[in-house]
Every structure is written in C-alpha cells, then in structure tokens.
C-alpha cells in the first residue's frame, strides 16, 4: 500500500509540475485530489485495515493529500503569475481613482495655526461677524473721529451695527463674559471696505490672540510668537520684534520674519530690507482692561493678530490674494 | 512721510547711511523704507549757461544753443519749450550717464551737431515727468550739479502711525534719529528782522468759534517779489517729494514739511475786509477752493473768512479768491491751532485729504505755533525780499498746559524686564525730550513735551521706554500653560463635516458674504443691507450659501473645469423674530458633471439625484446620524418635485435636491446639478450624543430574498417601512438591490427586489421562525400596495 501511495505521488508531482494552464491543473487535481481519486479511495478504506497498518498508511495518506494539495495551489499561483507576465494585467494602467476632495488652503492654513496654538495652552473663541461700535471700536481704545480709524475702513449695517473690521472685538466679548486667566485664539473672517487688488481683499481672515493673567510679560509675548514662528517656519528663522502702534496695546510691536525668499540677504520680495512683517502684538493697554471692568494694576495682558492669508500667500508662494475666494479648481488643487 | 538724509542732517548730526537709518527707525519708531537717492548713477552733468539760443534751421520745434560750461562751450540742440538764452540749467556732457542709465553721445540732430543735451529734472531722476529742461536760477557756471540739486541725497520714507503727528515733520523725524542715536538735536536757527508799521494796525482776528478754532496767529510781510525758489529750498522740496512751485509757495510748503505745522499765506491786497473771522459756515454756504471746485458747506464746517467772506475751508484748502500769484506783493501768513475732529470730519465729507488736513486732524504742537509763523515770515523776507511787519495778530489760548505722568519703575520692570534701572528709564526718557524728575515711592514724574500730546498715561511712556531699550533686547521667555480644552460642540461638529465633505469627494470653497439683490431675493428671507458696500451690486449679506457655490460652479464652467463638487462652511445672515441680527453656520455644496471619473474601461453617466442624495446620506453616515427624515421643505433653488427637506427628530436641518429650473436659468446652467444646504447649528444639536458599545452579533444571519410587483407611483421608501413594522424584532437589515420595470410586468408597474436579512441576538433561528415572519411581511405588502410576489 505504502509503495502504491509512493507511485501516486510520483505521478501526482509530475502532473502537477506540468500543468500548463487552468485546464490540465484542474484535470490533476479531479485526478488525484477528487473525491474520485485513488487517493481518496485509499483514505475511506483504512477504516478496513488493522490497526497498526491504518497508522500508518493513513499518516502517508495525510502527508501526501497535504503536499499534493500545496503544490496545486503552487501551480495556480504560477499560472496567475504568467498571466500577469504575458499582459491579461497591466499593472501600469491608471486605477479606479474615487473623487478625492480637499480642504480650501485657508482653512488648512488656519487649523495649522490653531494646532500650534493649541499646543501653547490657546483655546479657540469665536464671535459675531455683525459686531457694534463698541466691541470693534470703543473698548478698544479706537474713539470716534479718531484717525486711528482710517487703518480700518468700516462696512455699515443698519441699526447702527457694522461689520467687524478684525477679530480684536472677541477679544472683549471674551472678557466681558468671564475673569482671567484668559488665552484664547480667535480665528475668523474680516470685512474692509476697501478696493480689492492683489494684496487687498474686503473679506479675508484674521487670527487674533489674548492672554490675559496677573504678571504676564513682554518676554512672554516674544517667547511665545517666536516659538510660534519656529514650529511654523522651522527653528533656524529668524524673528524681529520692533516698535509699532496699535490703538489697543501699548506698547505695541510688530513682529517681522527673516524673509525666506533670501534668508535675510534682501531682495525685492522684502524690499531689500531681509525682514517680513507678519504679526501685530503688545500688551494689552490698560484703557482696554478699564473697558471691560479688569483692574489694570492686578491683571496685565498681550495680545497679537496676523493675517490668514497673508500667511497662506507666503506659504504656497500665491502672488494674488483674490484666488483665494474666486475657487477656481484648478487653484485650489495646486494650493 | 518722505525725507531726505541732508535735511535731516540741518538737525542732528549723524554718520549713517540711508539704509542702515531706515532699519533704526523701523526698529525703534516706525516701518521705514529706504528709497536711495534720486540721481544715484548720473555722471557727467555740469551747471552751463545757455549763450546763443537760435531756431533749428530744418526744425521748428528745436533750437541750437550754444552753451557755456566754464572750462569750455558747446554746441547742443534742444526741443525743450522753455530754453532761452540767458538762463543757466544742465548739460550733460559726451558720455554722461542719466537716470534710468540712459547714456549721452555726440550726435547729429537733423543736420546739426549736438554735443550733449541740456536736461530735464525728469533725466537726472528727480521727478517723474517734466515740461521742460531745469531752470538753475543764478548759480555760478560750472557749479557741482550733483551737490546743488542734491542728486546724492539718499531718502527715506516713514509710515507715520496716526498717534504720532510731530513725525509728519522733518524736526520730529530728527528729534527720533537723535534719541536713537544718542545724537545731539538742534531746532532751526533764524532771525524775523521787523520794519514799518505793526501788524496790528493792519489786520484783525476774531475767534468766533474757540473750540472749532483754539488759537490763531496772523502775520504780515509786504512787498514780496514772486519768483523761483533757491537750489536748497528746491532741492529740500524735492527731497520731500514735493515739486518747487516758487519762492512764497515754497515758504509755506517748506515750514510744514519742517515743523509738521501746515500754515497758509493769504494775498492781502484780495482779501475783501483785512478782519479774519474764523467760524462755522452757514448750512449751504459755498466757497470755491483754490482747486477750482465749489465747496457746499453745512455748519459743521469750519471757515476761514474776510469780514464775511470765505477765503480759506479752515485747515484743509484754502480759497481761489485769495490765492497766491505771481502778482503777490503782501502776504497775511496764518499760523492756526484746529480742532482736529472738526477737521477730521469735514475733510472725510468733502472726500479732500490734503497734506494740511492729514496733519491737523491727529494734532499740531500749539507751543511751537510762534516759531512757525517767524520762521515761515523770515524765510519769506529773505527769499521772496519782503518786510516783516512787528509783531503778530494772535488771538486765543496760548498754550495746551503741561502734562506730567506718574512712572512707576517697578511697573515698567514688571512690563519689560527686571534689566531696566531707573538711570536706563531716565536717559531715554531724556532723550526724547521728557523732563523726568523723582517722585515718591520709587517712582518717576515725567513732564511730556508739548510735541508728544499722543503720551497720556504710563502705558504709553512704558511704549517709549521700550522702543528706545529695544524689543529685541527684552529676553524671550516660553512659559509653560496647561492645554485648555475646547468645549464647543458645534465647532467640533464643523470639524467633523469638513472630514465627512472631504472624504466623499468634495472640494471645499469659500464664497463672498455679499450678494446682489437679485440673489438676494431668490434665497428669500430678509436680507441686511450693507449701507456702504464696496461694490455697488452686491450690498446685501448672504441669507443663503447657495448663490455663492452656484457662482463657483459657474467660474469653474466658464474656465473648462466641467466637474465640480463642493461644499462651503459660513455663516449666513439674517434677523431673528425680534428684528436682531442673527447669524447661523450652514453648509451647503453642490455636485455636477460625471458621477465618476472618466477610466479607460469606463464612461461615467452624468449625475443624477441619487448620486447627490447619497452625498447627502454619506455625511449623516459619518456624523453617525440615525434614521434621517424626509418631508416637505422650502429651499426656493431647488426643484419641487426632484428634491426634499431633511429632519432629525422631528426638526428641520435642511434640504437637498435638483436644482430647479428656474435656478439654472438664473446661472445659466445647461446641465443637471444637485445642491443641498444645511443648518449645522440644529445639526450640531442632533449629533452630539455619546456613543455606546453593543454586543457583536453571536448568532448566523439569514438571508431571504423578496421582489414584489406593485403600481408604478408606489414609493421604494413606504413600501421599506412597513417591511420594518412587519419585520418586527428578528428583522437585522433590509436593502433595496433591485428596481425593474419590463413588458411582462405590464403598463404603469414596476418590480421591487429586497434583501431581507434575519437575525436573533440570543438563539440561532429555525427556517420555521423565519419563513414565519418573512410571511407575515409578504401578507402586509399584498394587502397594503396591491402587490403581488413576482416568482
């Protein structure tokens, strides 16, 4: 029996190693795998062998069906294998690519700044986009007819409401509504009632910032846009923090990065002067703790703005900031 | 403000280049920008007197000269209109290089030699367009051109902040490069010599409006010659970006770019009475400014008059009436102190921002107002060889009084950084011109110089001592604060839709708040109106997102892109029952074109309602939102009978659909397109719930097959519901896979084929217990649609 086992195997294998194509693999295998086969007719009768025969006959029977078996799927894998060599598959044609959407680059740019923020103890505060002279103006140290107003041309609503010109009144709607510490971002949309061109947009988007606690600093508001900028930029950037004026801080900075086009050499991009303005900041001026009922000598604060845009303008080299809210596909696909 | 190096050189004394000035005063000060010098790069230009000027003999418009250029002369042909002999100007010789690089040779003009060119102020760079070649006035033959016309004078330009008037003048510009450079700072040096009668007795003022008007100084220089200005004060003009108009003009112009003081000379002999009256015009009274136009005033606006007269619109222009000319012989100079919100706001109305109004309405420094009427009489006197009369017209306050603010040291430390000691404050306090003397408790009163009114509390003087130490010299430092965590669920929300958006397909957009009425009026509601929009055809708030990604989809079309899906995440505007503003977040999107991207084995139909409707599903899918509603709904771009509104419990979120014919009309659209819009604030509501584990299922599923004939109007949807009433608890799932219609089944009927699948959460299920049920729900189907079961 054994040695009849040893005759099927032989011829198995060679069956097997020879099989062409699909036909003569099945062939093999209704041949020597079947329920018709000897093999199986082997099998059913060792109940009809004494036992120490069935032992061993039957081990053979197994380990041969097992072999047999893994060398026909050996055969269909190679058969599977040249029918991919000799071109029923071309790996190179395209796939079935599903529509893949996107998310505007504004949005990307402003969840991106928001992480970083977010990691430096920020939470994200939102408000009204229909504000009124108070919030927008007023508390924030902007009286009326005052020239300070000319940086902000104002859009008007009826019932003496207007559209927020930056995102500096969440900043006291947040205090308004609860006790410090306060550090919050608040991202949004902006309205300016000025022309567009390629650096001016009536609607575009602000990112504001506001920390508010007993014994804050200016070398905290210097640590932490620096930090800031370096995990936006990288840390070998240079930064610059120098004089500016914001009605609503005091003192105020502005707060430039080394331009990236010529690390700091000069070139038209920066003027000539290697540095890029990007941010607005200072300490809170204490007209603006009176407005919303904070004791100034207890409680000191910074607060910094940038634009959106801007930023996305410098990050994806866009040289015109209305592609931003024109959507064309084929902008928004490279951005 | 634009100045040049040299005039600032007139003040303090300092060795710095242009650019490397520009950098300290955009560190300390303000962003500065470095403009070079005009004429850098011009070369071989000499001062030469034009000797013979005669017509070309085969031109009309050009003229031979011969020209005198000190070490020789030369022959040149110029078109210049206003060459004649006698007058000096510029030549620039062979070789000479002018702005812009433009090389000068020796050539032949229509037959006629020109050994080089006279030139304009144009060709050195010094302006950008000019009438004719530069008038030199009486310079000496051979002169340094590049000195005399200051072609080496670098400029540099400051963004002056609105809180800082005196630096719209050169002396405040130079008391900052003074205090940043710890350099020494000098005010202009002049005498008024006096003669004749007093100023007095040959005119009046009058403050009729003391608030409108605090202070007004007239003064009075008679028999003034017209003529040109010297090469420096041209040169200083010039370097301001100011053109040379002549002597008495640039007198007046000269003093304010000095002292950020605009003041106004007035021809005395056409004033109508010599009694100046400063008060508010008379609603409707109208005054002719010296640019022509006839001003209608209202009686918020200030004027300056002559008995009853206007002659000047108080700070920002003066009359035609009383205009300099070149027939001027006496001058009444007005030095005045305005109200700079009355200024302000006329200024504003009239749309007339000039040089005069910008620097009245953020503040003049009143304590400097006799200096400026002297040094604007002297230099008249010396330039134009008039008398000044003794003494002043001068009525009103004579000064602001003194402000002095407490510092505390231990507060600015505190502020800036523990490094600054009192002798730090004190030294830069001083330089910049405060008077800072001890007080008590450690702290220091600092006295504020009459220029710096914009210093008002110790916030401010904190600024000053801050930009003087230098930012970049406090340290950096990068405290640790704990994460806060967002509370906001429909941010959250907002977050999660963008995701779900992105992940079937869409692209994201961002549209215009503003819309044009007609849109407007197609969303419906009630719209706000922007009283001022920035383009007249769109002044309402977007009510709806929907017109702005119609408009995307219409861009797009317009460039070739023919698939577009997008989705848009804002705000929306309107007014609450009470009348108040509201503002709600929506999201709307809309799909056109293929349902599928084109493959090579595959050409995919255009899109219909099912491909959008399943956009719609998938995002409630992955919002994890069950058994969303459909019903009636009032999207007014939608398609009534091809769209549907979409509930959640019983509330409203939105709507989805075709949209309607109308729409595409309105956008001009020739293809199917599906929109959808929906409230994310009443989504946010219906979202935020915890989920919660369920046991996996233990037991086999069975799966019964089940397609029934019923009338053609019969709706897949009814016919699923009473399947799950019927189907009871032992129903796990039931899908719609089939929907036929063919001759067999007969005229005005369709075939419905479901997968019903069956499973128990605690046994496996007998065919008996099955074949039970799925009974019951073929009786309920027979009796309730008058199906019958198709074999």
Redo the contacts between chains.
């Keep these: 029996m054994l040695d009849r086992l040893r005759e099927i195997g032989e011829a198995a294998r060679e069956a097997f190693s020879s099989a062409t194509d699909e036909k003569s693999l099945e062939d093999a295998r209704v041949a020597y795998l079947g329920r018709k086969s000897e093999l199986n007719r082997i099998s059913r009768g060792l109940k009809d062998l004494d036992p120490e025969e069935r032992r061993r006959v039957g081990r053979a029977t197994n380990d041969l069906k097992k072999e047999l078996a893994a060398l026909c799927e050996e055969a269909r894998e190679r058969m599977a294998e040249g029918a991919r060599r000799t071109g029923a598959l071309d790996l190179t044609?395209?796939?079935?690519?599903?529509?893949?959407?996107?998310?505007?680059v504004?949005?990307r740019t402003l969840e991106r700044l928001e992480e970083i923020f977010?990691?430096?103890?920020?939470?994200?505060a939102?408000g009204?986009?229909?504000e009124d002279d108070f919030h927008n103006f007023d508390a924030l140290n902007i009286p009326p007819?005052?020239?300070?107003r000319?940086?902000h041309d104002t859009?008007?609503?009826?019932?003496g409401?207007l559209?927020r010109t930056h995102t500096s009144p969440v900043q006291i709607r947040v205090m308004q509504s609860r006790r410090p510490p306060i550090?919050i971002i608040a991202p949004g949309?902006v309205?300016r009632?000025?022309?567009?061109d390629a650096s001016h947009s009536?609607?575009f988007y602000q990112l504001e910032g506001l920390y508010v606690d007993r014994?804050v600093?200016?070398?905290?508001l210097?640590?932490?846009l620096?930090?800031f900028l370096h995990e936006l930029y990288g840390q070998d950037v240079g930064v610059?923090?120098?004089?500016?004026?914001f009605?609503f801080t005091?003192?105020?900075?502005?707060v430039d990065l080394q331009c990236r086009v010529c690390r700091g050499r000069g070139c038209p991009v920066c003027?000539?002067?290697g540095w890029v303005?990007l941010l607005g900041a200072g300490?809170v001026?204490?007209?603006v703790f009176e407005a919303v009922g904070y004791d100034p000598d207890v409680y000191?604060g910074y607060a910094f703005g940038l634009g959106v845009d801007r930023i996305s303008m410098m990050m994806t080299g866009t040289d015109d900031i209305r592609l931003?809210?024109?959507?064309?596909?084929?902008f928004?696909?490279q951005v | 403000m634009q100045v040049s190096l040299k005039w600032l050189g007139d003040y303090v004394d300092f060795e710095i280049d242009g650019a490397e000035l520009a950098r300290v005063l955009t560190e300390s000060l303000t962003e500065t920008d470095y403009l070079g010098a005009p004429g850098a790069g011009v070369t071989g230009v000499v001062a030469a007197r034009v000797v013979t000027s005669e017509k070309h003999p085969d031109a009309d418009a050009l003229k031979v000269c011969v020209v005198d250029w000190g070490e020789g002369s030369s022959t040149v042909v110029c078109g210049a209109p206003n060459v004649r002999a006698g007058m000096t100007s510029v030549l620039a010789l062979p070789d000479a290089k002018l702005a812009g690089g433009m090389k000068v040779s020796e050539r032949r003009i229509r037959g006629r030699l020109s050994q080089g060119m006279l030139v304009s102020a144009a060709e050195l760079g010094l302006e950008e367009a000019s009438e004719g070649i530069i008038d030199l006035g009486d310079v000496d033959v051979g002169s340094d051109v590049r000195d005399l016309l200051g072609l080496d004078d670098e400029v540099i330009e400051l963004d002056v902040q609105p809180n800082r008037p005196d630096c719209m003048g050169v002396l405040g510009v130079a008391r900052e490069v003074a205090a940043a450079l710890s350099a020494d700072f000098r005010v202009p040096d002049f005498e008024v010599r006096e003669s004749g009668s007093p100023a007095v007795e040959a005119a009046a003022a009058e403050l009729a409006d003391p608030e409108g008007c605090p202070r007004y100084i007239a003064r009075l220089v008679t028999g003034l010659t017209f003529g040109p200005s010297p090469p420096w004060l041209a040169r200083r003009l010039r370097g301001a970006g100011v053109r040379s108009l002549g002597n008495i003009v640039d007198v007046t112009n000269f003093v304010m770019l000095e002292y950020g003081h605009p003041i106004h000379a007035f021809d005395y002999a056409r004033l109508p009475e010599k009694r100046i009256v400063v008060r508010k015009a008379r609603r409707g009274e109208t005054l002719t400014t010296l640019d022509g136009e006839e001003r209608v005033l209202s009686d918020a606006d200030l004027l300056i008059c002559a008995g009853d007269s206007p002659v000047a619109l108080a700070g920002i222009m003066g009359g035609g009436e009383t205009e300099v000319t070149p027939a001027t012989r006496d001058v009444l100079l007005e030095c005045a102190w305005f109200d700079p919100v009355t200024i302000r706001r006329t200024a504003r109305k009239l749309a007339m921002r000039t040089e005069a109004s910008l620097r009245f309405e953020r503040g003049i420094d009143a304590s400097a107002m006799g200096d400026v009427a002297g040094r604007a009489c002297a230099l008249m006197a010396e330039l134009a060889g008039g008398r000044v009369a003794p003494g002043a017209i001068d009525e009103g306050r004579k000064d602001r009084g003194e402000v002095t603010v407490g510092l505390r040291e231990d507060r600015v430390r505190a502020m800036l950084t523990d490094e600054l000691s009192r002798d730090d404050m004190v030294l830069y306090l001083d330089r910049l011109g405060f008077d800072v003397r001890p007080g008590g408790d450690g702290s220091l009163d600092v006295t504020v110089p009459p220029h710096r009114h914009d210093v008002e509390t110790e916030a401010d003087l904190i600024e000053e001592v801050a930009r003087l130490h230098g930012y970049d010299r406090i340290e950096a430092i990068v405290p640790y604060h704990p994460l806060e965590t967002t509370g906001d669920p429909a941010r959250r929300m907002r977050s999660r839709v963008r995701d779900a958006m992105v992940g079937l397909g869409l692209h994201e957009v961002l549209t215009s708040s503003f819309v044009t009425p007609e849109t407007a009026e197609a969303a419906g509601g009630d719209p706000v109106l922007v009283r001022n929009p920035v383009n007249k055809d769109t002044p309402y708030l977007r009510t709806s997102l929907l017109p702005g990604v119609f408009d995307v989809i219409r861009r797009n079309r317009n460039v070739g892109v023919r698939d577009v899906r997008i989705f848009e995440i804002g705000k929306v505007f309107g007014r609450s029952e009470n009348g108040q503003h509201r503002e709600d977040w929506r999201l709307s999107g809309a799909i056109c074109g293929l349902r599928g991207r084109p493959v090579w084995d595959t050409a995919p139909d255009e899109i219909d309602y099912y491909d959008g409707k399943g956009v719609v599903w998938g995002l409630l899918e992955a919002l994890e939102v069950d058994s969303p509603e459909t019903s009636c709904y009032d999207c007014p771009f939608l398609s009534s009978d091809a769209g549907a509104g979409l509930g959640l419990s019983g509330r409203p979120v939105g709507a989805f659909g075709m949209v309607s014919r109308e729409t595409r009309r309105l956008w001009g659209f020739d293809f199917p397109v599906f929109a959808f819009e929906l409230d994310l604030d009443e989504l946010a509501v219906r979202c935020d719930k915890e989920r919660e584990f369920e046991p996996l299922p233990r037991y086999p599923k069975v799966r019964r097959d089940l397609a029934i004939v019923v009338p053609e109007d019969t709706e897949a949807g009814s016919v699923l519901r009473s399947i799950e009433d019927a189907g009871e608890d032992l129903l796990a799932d039931v899908q719609v896979f089939d929907v036929y219609r063919g001759e067999q089944l007969g005229r005005e009927k369709k075939s419905l084929a479901f997968a019903l699948t069956y499973m128990s959460k605690d046994r496996t299920l007998t065919d008996n217990e099955v074949d039970d049920v799925n009974a019951r729900i073929v009786d309920r189907l027979l009796r309730e649609f008058g199906a019958t079961l198709r074999e």
Excluded: C, Q
């Design positions: 044609l395209p796939g079935r690519v599903p529509w893949v959407g996107r998310r505007h504004l949005i977010r990691t430096l103890g920020f939470e994200v939102l009204p986009h229909i007819d005052h020239p300070a000319d940086m859009f008007f609503v009826e019932g409401r559209l550090r949309r309205y009632n000025e022309a567009s009536s609607e014994n600093r200016v070398g905290e210097k640590g932490v620096t930090k610059r923090f120098r004089a500016g004026f009605p005091e003192p105020s900075t502005e003027k000539g002067t303005e300490m001026d204490p007209r000191t931003f809210l024109e959507n064309d596909l084929r928004l696909d």
